[in-house]
C-alpha cells in the first residue's frame, strides 16, 4: 500500500510503498476511505512534539480515518469484514481506573494495545527501519492494522468522507462542551478561536442548547465561519479586548469559556472572561516552556480551570450519536470540509492549513 | 456594650463602649455568646487587606459568632427573641442569578443587605466616625445586630463556644470538601495545610468517605492533630518534596487536592499532585501579586483547578447538618479550640495565632 511516511522533523511527508505484517489477535485491517488533516499532526511534521514516544522515524502520521473493514483477526467481536468503521486515537485499554470510570480518553494503558516489544510491527519496516504507528493508527495510508479498540462500527448510510473527521477534531469540540464542561441548556458560552477544533465546540454549544454563543477570533472571515456553525455573537479580539467585551456583553461574564487554540494568553483570557462559579476548558495545547497565570482571588470566587482531551470522548458511545446527528441533518460537517486532496497531495494540504486557509482538508483515497 | 474596635491598619484592637441603633425591618439584635478569632480578621489587622470594601475606620471585626437573638425587627421571619443562632458572613440576597443557582456563598448582592447609604448606619458612631461592620456581622463585640439573612438557628443543645466556631472555619474546611469538590466515598485525598481550615478538610474528607486522606504540613505537631481528624497518611513538607510523596503514596496521584494556607507553591503543589482528570481545590487565599502558574500539559490531561469560598455553604441549609454531626459524635469541634479568653486578651488571641500556637481561640463573653 502507499503512505505518506515521515523520516525527519522538521521534514516533508513522503510516499512510499510500505506492508502491514499479517493481522493478529484483536486487530482489524480498514482501507481507508478518507483521512482528515489534523493540526496536531502538523506539530510532528514541524519538530515541535517529538515522534519518539510513538517509537522514532521513520512513522507515519494521521490519526482522523474512516474506511471499511479488509480482515479480522482472531478475537475481534463486533466487527467483520465489510463493516463500516471510524478510528480514534483516543485508544482505551478497558481496565484501567480511568476507563472503569467512565473516562476511556484518559486510558492509562493504551500501550498494552500496541503489540508487545518481542513482536513484529504492525508494518513492516521500510529500508531495514521499524515504522512507527503514530496515534496508534498511521491513517495517512491506504490501509490501517489496529487493535480492535481503536474503531468504532458506524451505519454504511454515512458517508465515510465526512466520517472521518468525526474521529478526532469533531469529537473534540462537541466533546468538550458535551462531556468535559457538560455545557447546560440556557447557558452562556464564549469559545476563543474558530479553527475547526472551535466550529466544532460553537456547534456544540448550539446543540447543547446554550443562550449566548460568543464567537472570538482575529479574522473577520473566521467569525463569520463561525456565525454559521451557531455563534450569536462575534468578537474580533484584533479590535477590541475579547475579556472586557464578554464581560460587557454578558453582564459580568460567561457560564462556560472554551480555548481552542492553544497559547497562554488565550487560555488566561478564557479563565478572565468567567463569571463567579463558572468554567474554563481548555483545548489547546499550551507549549510547556509558557506556564497557564492565574489570579488566586479570581480563582477564589469559585471560578474553575480544566483540560479537555479529545472531547472526554468515550467513543463507542460518542460517535455514533455523533453521526445520528449529522444524518438527522443537526450537525454540520459538510461545510468543515473545505478541500478534497490525494495522498500524494498531502504537503500542499498541510500548507494550506498552516496558512490558515483551510477549516479542513481530507485525503481522499 | 464593649466591642474590640480597629481604629488603623496595620494597628491593634481597642475595647471601647460602642452603642447599636435601634432594629430595622429584617434586622435581629443578638447577644454573643462567643466568637471566633479567624484567620482572615488578622490579615486586615495587619493591613495586608483593605477594610475599606466594609467601610473604612474604625471598624469592628470579628465574623465567627453565636449567641442568643434579644430582640428582631419588623419582617423578620423565622427567629424571635431567645432562639439560639450561629452568624455567617456567607450572608445571600435570595434574588441573584447565584442564589438562586444554589450558590448563595456567590451571592452578587450582598451589599443590598446592609442599610441604605442614607440611612444610619447598624452601628453607632465613635468619636463622631461612623463604625463599620466588618464581614455584616462585626462580631468582636457584645451584641451584633445584623440582617437575618447573616444568621441561622440552631437546636438550644447545641453549646454556643463550639457553635461559633463552625459559622465560618469549620463550614469552609468541610464545605470545600461536601460542596465544592464533592468528594465522592473511597477517594484520595490530600490536604496541604494543618491549620484549623486544613484541619477541617481533613474530617469533611473522613466524614465524606474517602479512603486515602494525605495530611501535609512542614510541622510534625500540626500532622500529629491531622491524624486525629482522619489523616491516614501524613507527609512531613520540610522533609520531602510533598509532589513526590503523594504521587508515590498513591501510584499516581490524588483523585483531590486541597490548599488550605493560600500561598502560590502550595497551591501549585496541589494541582501537581493530581492524577489525570482529578480536582485541585484551592481554599487558600493566594496574594494577588502572586499567579498561580500551570503547566498546559498538565491541564489537559483533564486536570481541574478551582476555588472555595466559604466552602460554598448555603449555610440555612448545611450549618444545621454540621450541628447534627456535632451532637452525634461525629464532627471534632471541642479538639479544634484551644483557647478560651475575654474579649481583652484578643490582642494576645491574634499574637498567638499568628505565632502558630493556636487552632482555634475563641472569646468568651
Same mark, same amino acid.
Given at each position: ?10 521534514? =516533508? ?14 486487530? !482489524? ?34 490519526? $482522523? ?5 479488509? $480482515? ?7 466487527? =467483520? ?40 510491527? *504492525? ?57 468535559? %464542561? ?6 452562556? !458560552? ?11 465546540? &460553537? ?23 463561525? *456565525? ?6 462575534? /468578537? ?6 475579547? !475579556? =472586557? $467585551? ?33 468554567? %474554563?476548558?481548555?483545548?489547546?495545547? /499550551? ?17 474553575? +480551570? ?16 455523533? !453521526? ?12 468543515? &470540509?473545505?478541500?478534497? +486532496? ?5 504537503? $500542499? ?14 485525503? /481522499?483515497?
Amino acid at each position: 500500500m502507499r503512505a505518506a511516511v515521515l523520516k525527519k522533523a522538521p521534514g =516533508k511527508l513522503e510516499i512510499e510503498q510500505v506492508k502491514t505484517t499479517p493481522v493478529g489477535p484483536q486487530e !482489524v485491517l480498514v482501507r481507508l476511505a478518507a483521512s482528515g488533516l489534523c493540526h496536531s499532526d502538523l506539530h510532528y511534521i514541524e519538530g515541535k512534539y517529538d515522534v519518539a514516544m510513538w517509537g522514532g522515524f521513520p512513522a507515519i502520521l494521521g490519526h $482522523e480515518a474512516a474506511g471499511i473493514v479488509e $480482515e479480522v483477526g482472531d478475537n475481534v467481536a463486533g466487527f =467483520k469484514k465489510g463493516d463500516h468503521v471510524i478510528a480514534c486515537s483516543s485508544i482505551y485499554c478497558g481496565r484501567c481506573r480511568q476507563c472503569i470510570s467512565g473516562n476511556p480518553a484518559l486510558c492509562e494503558n493504551k500501550q498494552s494495545l500496541q503489540r508487545a516489544p518481542t513482536e513484529r510491527r *504492525r508494518l513492516e519496516s521500510l529500508d531495514g527501519k521499524p515504522i512507527s504507528q503514530f496515534g496508534n493508527i498511521s491513517g495517512f495510508a491506504e490501509c490501517i492494522l489496529v487493535h480492535q479498540n481503536a474503531l468504532v462500527k458506524i451505519v454504511d448510510e454515512m458517508p465515510l468522507d465526512r466520517a472521518a473527521i468525526i474521529g478526532c477534531g469533531v469529537s473534540t469540540g462537541l466533546g468538550a462542551v458535551f462531556r468535559t %464542561a457538560r455545557v447546560e441548556p440556557g447557558s452562556t !458560552v464564549a469559545v476563543i478561536g474558530c479553527g475547526g477544533i472551535g466550529l466544532n465546540t &460553537i456547534q456544540g454549544a448550539r446543540l447543547a442548547g446554550a443562550a449566548n454563543i460568543i464567537a472570538i477570533d482575529t479574522l473577520d472571515l473566521k467569525l463569520e465561519a463561525a *456565525r454559521k456553525f451557531g455563534a450569536t455573537e462575534v /468578537v474580533n479580539a484584533s479590535k477590541v479586548d475579547p !475579556v =472586557k $467585551e464578554v464581560i460587557r456583553i454578558t453582564n459580568g461574564g460567561v457560564d462556560y469559556s472554551f480555548e481552542a487554540i492553544g497559547l497562554k494568553k488565550t487560555a488566561e483570557q478564557a479563565f478572565q472572561m468567567l463569571r463567579k462559579g463558572a468554567t %474554563a476548558t481548555i483545548i489547546g495545547m /499550551v507549549p510547556r516552556d509558557q506556564k497557564i497565570e492565574l489570579d488566586g482571588f479570581e480563582l477564589l470566587s469559585e471560578r474553575k +480551570i480544566q483540560g479537555s482531551i479529545m472531547g472526554s470522548i468515550r467513543f463507542p458511545i460518542d460517535i455514533p450519536a455523533y !453521526v445520528t446527528m449529522y444524518l438527522q441533518g443537526r450537525l454540520k460537517l459538510d461545510e468543515l &470540509i473545505t478541500g478534497r +486532496i490525494a495522498l500524494d497531495q498531502i504537503n $500542499e494540504g498541510y500548507a494550506e492549513l498552516k496558512a490558515g486557509k483551510a477549516i479542513r482538508t481530507i485525503i /481522499v483515497f
